[in-house]
């Protein structure tokens, strides 16, 4: 009986670790490109600067390794809608790449690396 419980908490333990590896937080903050300048809000809000010039402001949600781009200025107008992207943070570089297609050329041709947070 010993054995059967040992065995148990094991597997529950080691199970927790692995919940806790996979779960990850998306690194709101500011971030860099040359230029650029993304900023990511805790609420939700995101901005695009480009120098001191606003390129575009708008909305982004995080679903696991999703970005979910809501609407903006930008994209707004050109009528393109929302896009999702599949996010990465590892060693100060934020990345992304497109799942499906992404109508928005200004938001789809953007920098893919970030760095940051700031």
Known sequence: MKKIMWTIACILL?????????????????????????????????TLLFGDELVTEGSYSIEGDELHWGHDTYCDAENAGTATYRWQYEDGVLSYEVIGEDLCEGRRDSPRKWFGPK
């Open 14 to 46: 080691i199970a927790a670790a692995l919940s806790a590896c996979s779960n990850k937080e998306f690194p709101t903050g500011s971030y860099t490109n040359q230029r650029y300048t993304a900023i990511f809000g805790d609420d939700g809000s995101f």
